[in-house]
């Protein structure tokens, strides 16, 4: 018998939907998969296609030239410090940093009231001495006089004629003494020694400067020089009044020889070479650095490659890759070369080239040893295939 307060037990399907719900997941993830699959074509290892490659004909030579760089600094022909000859307070200045002067041009000027002063001064003594002169040269001729009568004495007629030899004398000094004042007056104008360009101004108006004192700063501008420190092997090679090119990192510009130096300098060891810029250029400055570029021939056998057709080897070897014929196709080979010389673009190789190969010039990252290729100049593909 059964309690009236107990419940019939009902059957419960939950834990079977929890089962039920990942295995059904599962099954459809595999439907997925092979549907997915079933669409795809299985691509033949032979249908592959095979990559593009550049080639080159490579030439065999019995030297390379070797190009050395280089650098050195524009000067100016001639670097003047200025200034005056006396001291004085600055009056005018009439140039500034910067400005272009001529020759002969006025650059600052000096105080001259004091050498004005001098200059009337040695005017009246110049006077007095005239009439000095001019007063010694009656007495002169009034003892000659006496001296015919017998009224006066040799003695006295000596006298009167070194007083005249004094007075001209005395006239001769005055006149000195005022041809240096002239030539300190002329001095108080500071004038320009050559042709150029104020680099500097040391000094401001209204200031009192001792003789020599450095004013400006003048350079000549009319036909730059570039000083190259060689070293003597290279420095050996070239003679004065040889035409060689130059360059900036805009433009390219002939120049002569204009010194070589006759000995080494201390602190580098190499020879200074003067280069006389010989076609104008505004666009150099003193300071301004030139590349000169020395070439040598070397005495070595050897291929001349691209330097993007290069990849690293081992020991110190470098791989190159040539097209060569397998049966009807075309593969890479892998050849292990050394390295003698490099520049910007090129390398002289030598090593287990010949000068038949065609070598894959660029691309040579994505290639393998083995690989099988086509050409991409049409013309080199049917001359290749041809000699198969």
């Given at each position: 018998m059964t309690s009236s307060n107990q419940l019939p037990?009902?059957?419960?399907?939950?834990?079977?939907?929890?089962?039920?719900?990942?295995?059904?997941?599962?099954?459809?993830?595999?439907?997925?998969?092979?549907?997915?699959?079933?669409g795809q074509t299985q691509v033949?290892?032979?249908?592959?296609?095979?990559?593009?490659?550049?080639?080159?004909?490579?030439?065999?030579?019995?030297?390379?030239?070797?190009?050395?760089?280089?650098?050195?600094?524009?000067?100016?022909?001639?670097?003047?410090?200025?200034?005056?000859?006396?001291?004085?307070?600055?009056?005018?200045?009439?140039?500034?940093?910067?400005q272009r002067v001529t020759q002969g041009q006025i650059m600052a000027e000096?105080?001259?009231?004091?050498?004005?002063?001098?200059?009337?001064?040695?005017?009246?003594i110049l006077s007095r001495a005239k009439s000095d002169a001019n007063l010694a040269k009656l007495s002169l001729k009034r003892v000659i006089e006496l001296v015919d009568k017998k009224l006066e004495s040799?003695?006295?007629?000596?006298?009167?004629?070194?007083?005249?030899?004094?007075?001209?004398?005395?006239?001769?000094e005055v006149l000195a003494r005022i041809q240096r004042l002239q030539v300190d007056i002329s001095k108080t104008k500071l004038r320009a020694p050559f042709d150029g360009s104020v680099v500097s101004r040391l000094v401001d108006l209204g200031a009192v400067v001792a003789t020599?004192?450095?004013?400006?700063?003048?350079?000549?501008?009319?036909q730059l020089e570039a000083r190259f420190a060689l070293s003597a092997a290279y420095a050996d090679k070239l003679v004065v009044d040889q035409i060689v090119e130059v360059s900036s990192s805009s433009t390219q510009l002939l120049g002569k020889i204009k010194s070589?130096?006759?000995?080494?300098?201390?602190d580098t060891r190499t020879v200074d070479v003067i280069v006389s810029l010989t076609q104008p250029n505004l666009t150099i400055l003193p300071g301004d650095l030139l590349n000169?570029?020395?070439?040598?021939?070397?005495?070595?056998?050897?291929?001349?490659?691209?330097?993007?057709?290069?990849?690293?080897?081992?020991?110190?070897?470098?791989?190159?890759?040539?097209?060569?014929?397998?049966?009807n196709e075309l593969q890479l080979q892998a050849k292990l070369v050394e390295m003698l010389h490099v520049d910007e673009?090129?390398?002289?190789?030598?090593?287990?080239?010949?000068?038949?190969?065609?070598?894959?010039?660029?691309?040579?990252?994505?290639?393998?040893?083995?690989?099988?290729?086509?050409?991409?100049?049409?013309q080199t593909t049917n001359s290749v295939s041809g000699s198969l």
């Amino acid at each position: 018998m059964t309690s009236s307060n107990q419940l019939p037990q009902q059957p419960s399907f939950k834990k079977y939907w929890i089962w039920l719900i990942p295995f059904i997941a599962l099954l459809a993830l595999v439907s997925l998969m092979k549907a997915s699959g079933s669409g795809q074509t299985q691509v033949a290892p032979t249908d592959i296609k095979k990559p593009l490659v550049n080639v080159m004909p490579v030439q065999w030579h019995e030297q390379y030239v070797q190009k050395h760089l280089v650098v050195g600094r524009v000067e100016a022909p001639q670097t003047a410090e200025v200034g005056f000859d006396l001291s004085g307070s600055v009056v005018n200045i009439v140039v500034n940093e910067g400005q272009r002067v001529t020759q002969g041009q006025i650059m600052a000027e000096l105080d001259t009231q004091r050498l004005n002063a001098q200059m009337t001064e040695l005017s009246a003594i110049l006077s007095r001495a005239k009439s000095d002169a001019n007063l010694a040269k009656l007495s002169l001729k009034r003892v000659i006089e006496l001296v015919d009568k017998k009224l006066e004495s040799a003695q006295r007629l000596d006298e009167a004629t070194e007083s005249v030899n004094a007075a001209n004398a005395f006239i001769d000094e005055v006149l000195a003494r005022i041809q240096r004042l002239q030539v300190d007056i002329s001095k108080t104008k500071l004038r320009a020694p050559f042709d150029g360009s104020v680099v500097s101004r040391l000094v401001d108006l209204g200031a009192v400067v001792a003789t020599g004192q450095t004013l400006f700063t003048l350079q000549q501008n009319t036909q730059l020089e570039a000083r190259f420190a060689l070293s003597a092997a290279y420095a050996d090679k070239l003679v004065v009044d040889q035409i060689v090119e130059v360059s900036s990192s805009s433009t390219q510009l002939l120049g002569k020889i204009k010194s070589i130096a006759q000995q080494r300098r201390v602190d580098t060891r190499t020879v200074d070479v003067i280069v006389s810029l010989t076609q104008p250029n505004l666009t150099i400055l003193p300071g301004d650095l030139l590349n000169f570029e020395m070439k040598t021939s070397i005495n070595a056998e050897g291929f001349w490659v691209p330097r993007k057709a290069l990849v690293s080897g081992v020991r110190g070897l470098w791989s190159l890759f040539t097209v060569n014929a397998t049966g009807n196709e075309l593969q890479l080979q892998a050849k292990l070369v050394e390295m003698l010389h490099v520049d910007e673009e090129q390398a002289f190789v030598r090593g287990a080239l010949k000068e038949s190969d065609l070598l894959v010039s660029d691309g040579v990252h994505r290639l393998v040893p083995g690989q099988k290729v086509l050409l991409a100049d049409a013309q080199t593909t049917n001359s290749v295939s041809g000699s198969l």
